[in-house]
């Protein structure tokens, strides 16, 4: 017994020491399989604009992150032409040659390419390749391609047809023309994936606060001052101040011109790890290009950049004294974005000077009052609480409400003129106080069909998690001002008092289709009302159900 | 010498004959424009249905519904209606399912688009048009019936529809027929009901009622909420005019409804057709016109033997 005692602890030893031994290497390989985001990063689709179709072979898949981590943290000049001094031009190749000649054009890339690759092989190096397709990598493979048959047709018995693609060409190379092909032009079904954006580089704020702590406030090395204002500020003797430094608007990058941020940034952080200084940033594509966005919670931690910034203040035009002034928390909305920008444009002068009430040449003729209120941009007040009414726990309700500020006193709450208005934090009401006693709690909805059997409705459930989604959001607590609000996403167009019954969905919602052209029946509205919900907030099938059966059960079943 | 001349007669002739024909062909473009402007409008009494994308949520019921209504469908297992896998795959309508359902996901972070497709009964049917025999008819209140009694087979109306509709019965040797949806003209529709699958949808993404109604429901929506539609009824003008419109929150073409153009494809063809043998004019005009040259030609022959 003993021994047999004994060799199961030798079999469980040896097997868990092989276990470990097995795991331990695991973590190890997988920064090389795995598709983090730095990876993810350094993928950069290398095609010339405008030959597009014109192309005998796919793009090139070109593998930035790669080449730089091959040949070295420091080896921009492989491939980038030095600027006289002041860093690197990062276009490729070194001399790209002036002309909109695509032959030109596409030997100076081969040229390039292949002459380094052919040099490192002779060199016995490590080096890529240098074959056409090695490089031109076609990305649908066969496999992929499965053809819808017309239900006729019997595959068993069809011996004639083997393979498709002995007969059939490729009748398409992207993925966006695959679903419009018929079997008979050979349909492919599963296409390439859609192209993965590259990921936007994440400086915020606290990437600013940990620049200028390192470069010792130096804002000249990456902002500029206007030659106007540096004049005015030497004659007074006075330093500038955070207001008075612009930002370059950072213009789309092409292959051939550069952008902004990759001539200062990348350059900066090039010659400082070249002259070997320890404090310096990061060259590698992956490094920079993380899509961070940090959540108010993180942006707590960050610090506040002190550009004498008051942290509450009464927006009020000089100009406009019409309407009342706006409360407005400029730190709160300070964790709620990434960088200043987000909100001001290339410095963070007030909107009143470029915008006036009349608009002026140097806003693009974008008055004042639009500069708050214009829906379609992001900038502005309204048009960014627009975007927080899209997001999937608040489009539920907001997307069955015709646009809420059109309502008769929505303007008072934001021109309410009183800072006090900021404290104020108001939480729903409960719903039992609400809800009339008699709709509290589980009750059936009334029988429409033949098939399906009745529904559980829980009234006061719904209401709770309405709450719930309500007081977790301080911009829905600002704004949901009446204690009824929550209750007008589905009760939409009654009066709403607490305690008291709204007039039935029946009132207006007949149960004969024919009876109201253009106003869905009882049936539809309970439909679309219910699923319209549910599938604009994407919550799990048991929470929120999306089939019928997740309702109400089948009858036949 | 003989030779030359008859070649030049020949090279006379044949100059002559290719004027003449020009001077049908535009005698005929010019009945033809006439033959358009006389058509009666068939948008005016015309019964419809509009269909918004942006509601249906894939249940099938619609498919469903239509098996029930046409008993000559094949009868099918309890669940398929309810089986999701089937939009794996683009469907089209064929023999056995007059509708389907397909989804589409155009942008993937959003959510899928289903398209409901049935016959569109369009206002100027090319089907219709390409009928041989007349078994397919446009009713005045909107559907476009098929007879099979009048059928011969020839499936000029599967290659005419520009939808690609119309299926044929492959699988029957005997007695095949071309199937496709029937507006449930003479099931429900003569009874004054609205077809099987719009009174089955829970969502209610079809409303039935007529044409110039639903034109204006459809725009009202559109002008109520820009942001959820393309701005554009389809069917309203395109191929001349369907019943069947849809409205969509994605470019029409990501959901498979192909860009037609508004002129009616019959329109096209019709006119054409129909002038050449109106009142069996120019033909005779054609034949008289042949009749001419070979008198003129065998006088000119008689005149140069009577000269030599």
Redesign the interface.
């Known amino acids: 017994m003993k021994k047999i005692i004994a060799a199961v602890a030798i079999i469980t030893c040896a097997y868990s020491v092989l276990y470990a031994a097995q795991s331990t290497p695991e973590p190890a390989q997988e920064p090389a399989g795995s598709m983090d985001n730095a990876t993810r990063a350094g993928h950069i689709l290398l095609s010339l604009p405008g030959i597009q179709n014109g192309l005998t072979r796919p793009e090139v898949n070109f593998d930035h992150e790669k080449h730089s981590r091959a040949l070295g943290e420091t080896s921009c000049r492989t491939c980038h032409a030095d600027n006289q001094g002041k860093g690197l031009i990062f276009t490729f190749p070194k001399n790209l040659p002036e002309t909109d000649d695509e032959e030109i054009l596409m030997n100076a890339w081969h040229n390039a390419c292949i002459a380094c690759h052919n040099e490192r092989s002779l060199e016995d190096k490590q080096t890529g390749p240098i074959t056409c397709g090695q490089c031109h990598i076609r990305k649908t493979t066969k496999a992929e391609h499965v053809p819808i048959l017309p239900p006729y047709y019997e595959p068993v018995r069809d011996t004639y047809h083997g393979k498709c693609l002995n007969c059939h060409s490729e009748p398409m190379r992207s993925a966006e023309d695959a679903p419009m092909l018929d079997w008979k032009k050979f349909q492919i079904l599963r296409g390439n994936p859609p192209e993965e954006q590259i990921p936007k580089a994440g400086f915020d704020y606290q990437r600013h606060a940990l620049h200028s702590q390192t470069l010792d406030k130096d804002c000249g090395l990456c902002h500029y001052l206007p030659s106007q204002k540096q004049q005015e500020l030497e004659d007074e003797g006075l330093t500038p101040q955070c207001r008075d430094w612009l930002l370059e608007p950072d213009p789309e990058g092409s292959w051939r011109k550069e952008d902004y941020a990759h001539t200062r940034c990348v350059n900066c952080h090039f010659t400082r790890t070249e002259a070997r200084e320890i404090k310096t940033g990061p060259l590698l594509c992956g490094e920079c290009h993380t899509a961070t966005a940090r959540t108010p919670e993180q942006m707590l931690d960050v610090v506040r950049s002190d550009c004498q910034q008051k942290e509450k203040i009464l927006i009020r035009s000089k100009e406009i004294t019409v309407m009342d002034a706006v409360p407005f928390n400029h730190a709160q909305h300070q964790l709620r974005t990434q960088a200043c920008q987000d909100c001001h444009h290339n410095g963070i002068q007030p909107c009143h000077e470029c915008h006036t009430k009349t608009g002026d040449e140097k806003a693009e003729f974008v008055t004042l009052a639009q500069a708050f209120h214009r829906e379609s941009s992001s900038r502005s007040c309204v048009g960014c609480h627009e975007t927080q009414k899209q997001k999937p726990e608040c489009a539920g309700c907001h997307q069955q409400l015709s646009a809420p500020q059109a309502a008769t006193g929505a303007c008072a709450t934001c021109h309410s003129n009183s800072l006090e208005a900021l404290e104020r934090i108001r939480k729903a009401a409960p719903p039992e106080d609400l809800i009339a006693p008699d709709v509290q709690g589980t009750w059936q909805i009334e029988k429409l069909g033949e098939d399906y059997a009745k529904v559980q409705f829980n009234h006061l459930e719904i209401t709770q998690a309405l709450k719930a989604v309500s007081d977790a959001s301080p911009l829905a607590r600002y704004f949901h001002t009446n204690d009824m609000t929550l209750c007008a996403g589905c009760h939409h167009y009654s009066p709403l008092e607490p305690k008291k019954k709204v007039p039935s969905c029946r009132t207006c919602h007949d149960t004969k289709p024919e009876s109201m052209p253009g106003r869905p029946d009882l049936m539809g509205a309970y439909h679309q009302q219910c699923l319209g919900c549910h599938r604009t907030t994407g919550a799990a099938e048991e929470k929120m159900p999306q089939t019928c059966n997740g309702c109400h059960a089948h009858k036949q079943q | 010498m003989d030779a030359m001349h008859t070649s030049n007669s020949d090279c006379m002739n044949r100059r002559k004959f290719i004027k003449y024909i020009g001077l049908t062909g535009a005698a005929t473009l010019g009945a033809a424009r006439g033959a358009q402007a006389q058509q009666k409008n068939p948008a005016e009494q015309s019964l419809a249905v509009l269909v918004d994308t942006t ?1 249906c ?1 894939g ?1 099938r019921a619609c498919e469903q519904a239509c098996n029930e209504i046409n008993p000559d469908l094949p009868i099918v297992p ?1 669940d398929f209606f ?1 089986d999701d896998s089937v939009f ?5 309508m ?3 399912a007059f509708t389907v359902v397909n989804r ?1 996901q155009p942008d ?1 972070k959003d ?1 899928p688009v289903y398209v409901k497709f049935q016959c569109m009964h369009c206002l100027y049917p090319a089907c219709v048009s390409a009928c041989l025999v007349g078994a397919m008819t446009r009713d005045a209140g909107g559907a476009v019936v098929y007879d099979e009694k009048k059928c011969i087979g020839c499936r000029y109306c599967m290659a005419a529809c520009p939808f ?1 509709v119309p299926a044929y019965e ?2 029957a040797a005997l007695t095949p027929r071309v199937r496709k949806c029937t507006f449930c003209f003479k099931t429900r529709l003569i009874q004054g009901e ?1 077809p099987a699958c ?2 089955a ?4 993404v079809m ?3 007529s044409r110039a ?1 639903l034109i204006a ?1 459809g725009h ?1 929506r559109i002008r ?1 909420n820009p942001k959820q539609y393309i701005p554009h009824i389809y069917g309203e003008n395109e191929a001349g005019g369907t019943t069947w419109m849809y409205l969509a929150a994605v470019p029409f ?2 959901i ?1 409804l192909p860009n037609l153009g508004y002129h009616s494809l019959p329109g096209y063809t019709e006119p054409v057709q129909h002038a050449l043998f109106k009142w069996f004019l120019p033909p005779l005009g054609l034949f008289a016109a042949l009749a001419g040259a070979m008198w003129y030609n065998k006088r000119r022959n008689k005149n140069n033997d009577d000269t030599k």
């Open positions: 509601l949520v249940c309890n309810s794996e795959h683009r469907r089209r064929n023999a056995s589409y993937k959510a690609q492959y699988a609205t719009v009174s949808c829970p969502m209610r409303t039935f009622g109604e429901l009202e109520k073409e990501q498979d």
